[in-house]
């Protein structure tokens, strides 16, 4: 079955250093993959996806992951945290090739200190 | 555009009872889908529709949830009888129909609390 992992349930930095933010998937072919984030009381948001186009791909608030293949890994990166990055992190498979049924990790709980 | 709308926003029954949520999705959507998020867990689908139709209820526990899409515009997901282990965020997400990468948009969530 296709699945995600989300390597750390919490990650702590402080507002203006990198944020790196774990994801290795399982899948038997090449996945769409996706990371989504959810803020205290708010729906989730889709942040950026991969769907076999470009391995680096850049998202929403300066996010952005890099498939690859040779790890399976889909880690989402930001250069500079801010305050308002604070939330929930999904890394999410698509694990059915041309399906709509996604399948969420655990999630990432992302801390910004001041 | 008006997003995906959810109600009511928190909930709190005591086991045994009954409990239904409602969700009005993006307007024009096809496709509807019903996610549990249990505390500390990623969402995990419930049951998702194409209009009026049912086209994945895999893990939907049966026995004691129900959900419905007559005009395949609103939904309703129902619980009778509730469990303990039913406390979680009932999350409804809507998306156009065709096109394999058309995003999923989520509504805020329900937040259930069974006692």
């Known amino acids: 079955a296709q699945s995600v992992t989300q390597l750390d349930s919490h990650v702590s930095v402080s507002e203006g250093t990198p944020v790196l933010l774990r994801c290795n998937y399982s899948s038997s072919y090449s996945p769409s993959l996706f990371w989504y984030v959810q803020h205290p009381n708010k729906g989730l948001q889709l942040l950026l996806k991969?769907?076999?186009?470009?391995?680096l791909v850049k998202g929403i608030n300066g996010f952005e992951a890099e498939f690859k293949k040779s790890e399976t890994s889909f880690h989402l990166t930001k250069p500079s945290a801010h305050m308002s990055d604070a939330a929930e992190y999904f890394c999410?498979?698509?694990?059915?090739?041309?399906?709509?049924?996604?399948?969420f990790g655990q999630g990432t709980r992302l801390t910004i200190n001041p | 555009e008006a997003g995906v709308a959810q109600s009511p926003r928190y909930k709190i029954i005591e086991k045994r009872q009954s409990v239904a949520f409602w969700c009005n999705p993006i307007?024009?959507?096809?496709?509807l889908y019903w996610y549990q998020q249990i505390l500390g867990q990623g969402p995990k689908l419930l049951i998702q529709f194409q209009n009026n139709g049912v086209v994945d209820d895999s893990q939907l526990p049966k026995d004691r949830f129900s959900a419905e899409r007559l005009k395949g515009v609103d939904s309703t997901l129902k619980i009778q009888p509730a469990k303990l282990e039913d406390s979680a965020v009932y999350l409804c997400a809507s998306r156009l129909a065709g096109g394999v990468d058309n995003e999923q948009f989520f509504g805020p969530g329900t937040r259930l609390t069974v006692l």
């Open positions: 991969y769907t076999s186009a470009a391995t």
């Open positions: 307007s024009g959507h096809a496709t």
């Open positions: 999410v498979v698509r694990p059915i090739q041309g399906a709509q049924k996604l399948v």
